[in-house]
């Protein structure tokens, strides 16, 4: 059973540093398939778009509520 739920079209705060992600900054999760969820990446010293993260990093970011 999956207790934290799906991030899909949810914007996350960071709660705890970890890789380039900073805590108290806010991301856009754009796909969560339960497994993996992907963050896009609005980090311009990447290549990248989107950032695939495991379930197991849900517990580093919280659902902002506005």
Same mark, same amino acid.
């Given at each position: 059973?999956?207790?934290? /739920?799906? &991030?899909? /079209?949810?914007?996350?705060?960071?709660?705890?540093?970890?890789?380039? &992600? $900073? *805590? /108290?900054?806010?991301?856009?999760?754009?796909?969560?398939?339960? $497994?993996?969820?992907y963050i896009w990446c609005h980090n311009s010293s990447?290549?990248? =778009?989107?950032? *695939?993260?495991?379930?197991?990093? *849900?517990? =580093?970011?919280?659902?902002?509520? &506005?």
């Amino acid at each position: 059973m999956d207790l934290v /739920g799906s &991030f899909q /079209g949810k914007t996350l705060k960071c709660v705890k540093k970890f890789a380039f &992600f $900073e *805590k /108290g900054h806010t991301y856009y999760c754009i796909y969560d398939t339960g $497994e993996y969820f992907y963050i896009w990446c609005h980090n311009s010293s990447l290549p990248v =778009n989107e950032i *695939k993260l495991h379930k197991e990093c *849900k517990t =580093n970011f919280k659902q902002e509520q &506005f």
